[in-house]
């Protein structure tokens, strides 16, 4: 390690930025080991663009459950009730194709 860096100097300048970006309505971005890895805004999840500029969140999650092909997702909209089921005790399902309101 190079003996000339002035580690308070760094640090000094480090908190100059992260106030000068404050009063800018930009706050620091910490890792999961409380260290400073960033200024600025993160990312949004894929989810919270859907919600925010599309406002279709409950598409998008149901989309998305089918597509990663989770069973719930398959028999709510795979699978309807058996016109012709008269037992009320057991339910018998047919396939079906469900119309998603888009």
Do not use: W
Request: net charge neutral; proline share 4%.
């Amino acid at each position: 390690m190079n003996s000339n860096i002035d580690i308070s100097k760094i640090e000094k300048n480090l908190d100059q930025l992260i106030e000068k970006a404050r009063k800018e309505g930009l706050d620091p971005i910490k890792n999961r080991n409380d260290k400073i890895i960033g200024i600025g805004h993160t990312m949004p999840s894929v989810t919270e663009l859907i919600r925010s500029e599309l406002d279709e969140e409950s598409t998008y999650r149901l989309l998305s459950a089918i597509t990663h092909a989770h069973p719930f997702a398959f028999n709510q909209l795979g699978f309807r009730k058996h016109s012709k089921s008269s037992d009320k005790d057991h339910m018998n399902f047919e396939k079906s194709l469900c119309s998603i309101p888009m």
